[in-house]
């Protein structure tokens, strides 16, 4: 089973600033999904970008990028000018390819964007 | 707007009482799935249907069942609910054909059991 941690439960950071939330991963697995959702206190959950396992480059969305590092199995998201509007709770979550696709998600980190 | 609707937000129920969550998507989408959110531990899979008319359990099955109605809903059934089921509960669906497609998430139910 795939295993997915978040080693830091809460951040902040200043708002314009650069931040970078941490992810690490478990599998055996060499082709697979991996996400990073956004989900405020509005509670709804909101995709912020996604990385294929098979390509080495690095996945981009305007101000979040995400360090891609296979062999060490991390997958950490960077996010640039940070805005109030990026205060949220943050999952990172893990997908291999078979039936039902399920998310495997990590426990969380919470980002507070300051003023 | 297409997307995923569940119903109802909020619930309060007495322990013993049973209730179902509804969840229904509009976007033709083939897997729908179950979770539950705790403090601490993201979110975990209860139940999922990879295409109608299937139905498998998750990593938190138990004191669940569900029901794939239609290819449109996905119904979660609580027959006995207990203190410990008291958590916000998200429905969500894939396309679900060729993998790596991010979940379109309902706005979640939160429950709680007293």
């Known amino acids: 089973a795939q295993t997915v941690t978040q080693s830091q439960p809460e951040m902040s950071v200043q708002e314009a600033e650069t931040v970078t939330l941490s992810c690490t991963y478990d599998t055996s697995e060499s082709n697979y999904y991996l996400f990073w959702y956004k989900q405020p206190p509005s509670r709804q959950m909101i995709l912020v970008i996604r990385q294929e396992a098979y390509k080495q480059q690095n996945a981009t969305e305007n101000r979040f990028s995400v360090n891609f590092q296979k062999a060490a199995k991390s997958f950490s998201l960077k996010i640039s000018d940070s805005q109030l509007g990026d205060t949220a709770m943050y999952f990172c979550a893990f997908m291999k390819p078979a039936a039902g696709n399920m998310l495997t998600f990590g426990g969380g980190t919470r980002l507070m964007v300051k003023p | 707007n297409a997307g995923v609707t569940q119903t109802p937000k909020f619930q309060v129920l007495k322990t013993g009482q049973s209730m179902t969550l509804q969840c229904a998507q509009d976007?033709?989408?083939?897997?729908m799935y179950w979770y539950r959110q705790d403090p601490g531990m993201g979110l975990r899979l209860i139940y999922y249907s990879a295409s109608e008319g299937t139905t498998d359990k998750g990593e938190v099955p138990n004191g669940y069942n569900v029901s794939r109605l239609n290819k449109r809903e996905f119904s979660l059934r609580l027959e006995s609910a207990a203190p410990s089921q008291t958590s916000v509960y998200f429905c969500a669906s894939s396309a679900g054909i060729l993998g790596g497609y991010g979940y379109t998430f309902g706005s979640g139910t939160r429950l709680t059991v007293v």
């Open positions: 976007m033709n989408h083939n897997s």
